[in-house]
């Protein structure tokens, strides 16, 4: 490839009828300057463009972290999701044993003082009856007394 130097250094050989060389070199010095300045600025894109593909390998990484770390935290929110359903699970079913072993306790309670009323009604209807037995023996004796 040409660099501005190699245009601004070239010579052409004089001939007989040529070209009019001040014309010649004011061209190429124009020449020159233009693809000295087309030169540097197709330098600059090329140190541009690696600069940006630095930035996306860069931003490529990045977004690969992130994409890493957004599937691990959603792994740990589901395992954190299936331990406290697990827990759950387990103190849902502690407290229907315990409502079920407080209710039968309840209802054995509850028999044992049922038959203790039924008891006490028939020691009361015994007492009742033995009164009345009683009474009746007394008012026959004051009967008879009389």
């Given at each position: 490839?040409?660099?501005?130097?190699?245009?601004?250094?070239?010579?052409?050989?004089?001939?007989?009828r040529g070209y009019d060389a001040d014309e010649v070199d004011d061209f190429l010095d124009m020449l020159g300057a233009d693809y000295e300045k087309l030169y540097k600025e197709n330098i600059e894109l090329k140190d541009r463009i690696a600069s940006l593909k630095n930035s996306v390998e860069h931003y490529k990484s990045?977004?690969?972290?992130?994409?890493?770390?957004?599937?691990?935290?959603?792994?740990?929110?589901?395992?954190i999701k299936k331990n406290a359903a697990q827990k759950a699970n387990v103190i849902v079913n502690e407290?229907?044993?315990?409502?079920?072993?407080?209710?039968?306790?309840?209802?054995?309670?509850?028999?044992?003082?049922?038959?203790?009323?039924v008891a006490l009604k028939m020691e009361i209807e015994n007492y009742k009856t033995r009164i009345k037995g009683n009474c009746n023996g007394l008012l026959e004796m004051l009967e008879k007394m009389e």
């Open positions: 490839m040409l660099t501005p130097i190699d245009i601004q250094n070239q010579d052409f050989a004089v001939k007989l990045m977004e690969q972290t992130l994409q890493q770390s957004i599937m691990l935290a959603q792994t740990a929110a589901e395992d407290a229907q044993n315990k409502s079920a072993d407080t209710l039968r306790a309840t209802d054995e309670e509850l028999s044992r003082k049922r038959n203790e009323l």
